[in-house]
């Protein structure tokens, strides 16, 4: 139960600098696919996979933002947020099976980050 109030802590406390960082990261991460000349030997899969994968970082990024003020107030909409980046997030993992492959790991990651979500809710009002 302590890790849950850490985690809550957390999501509190880190969900501004967190957010601005992804935006500046995705912004940057899409200009490079965007700009930056394809090779001929490189996999359209690759290109495919960062430029999706950018954009959903990019929007869940702006969904952090949102999110900040309810979760410093510990409000059930700061948790909704959360809810939905972590399932932009998890679609995002399934489409990458798709391009490329899946890992044991990436479903443990799934599994694990929908546990910890809901282990939290109940901590929102």
Same mark, same amino acid.
């Given at each position: 139960?302590?890790? =849950?109030?850490?985690?809550?802590? *957390?999501? $509190?406390?880190?969900?501004?600098?967190?957010?601005? *960082?992804? &935006?500046?990261?995705?912004?940057?991460?899409?200009?490079?696919?965007?700009?930056?000349? @394809?090779?001929?030997?490189?996999?359209?899969? &690759?290109? !495919?996979? /960062?430029?999706?994968?950018?954009?959903?970082? !990019?929007?869940?990024?702006?969904?952090? !933002? /949102?999110? #900040?003020? #309810?979760?410093?107030?510990?409000?059930? @909409?700061?948790?909704?947020?959360?809810?939905?980046?972590?399932?932009?997030?998890?679609?995002? =993992?399934?489409?990458? %099976?798709? =391009?490329?492959? %899946?890992? =044991? %790991?990436? *479903?443990?990651? &799934?599994? %694990?980050?929908? #546990?910890? *979500?809901?282990?939290?809710?109940? $901590? #929102?009002?």
């Amino acid at each position: 139960v302590k890790i =849950i109030d850490l985690i809550v802590y *957390l999501n $509190r406390t880190l969900a501004l600098p967190m957010g601005i *960082l992804g &935006i500046i990261i995705s912004i940057s991460a899409l200009a490079f696919t965007i700009f930056a000349p @394809r090779s001929p030997n490189m996999d359209s899969s &690759i290109w !495919l996979k /960062m430029s999706v994968s950018s954009i959903v970082l !990019l929007v869940s990024s702006i969904w952090l !933002l /949102m999110a #900040y003020p #309810y979760l410093k107030k510990n409000l059930m @909409r700061g948790w909704s947020l959360i809810f939905w980046i972590t399932v932009l997030s998890d679609a995002n =993992i399934i489409l990458n %099976f798709f =391009i490329s492959g %899946f890992s =044991i %790991f990436s *479903l443990f990651g &799934i599994f %694990f980050g929908f #546990y910890l *979500l809901f282990q939290m809710k109940h $901590r #929102y009002n």
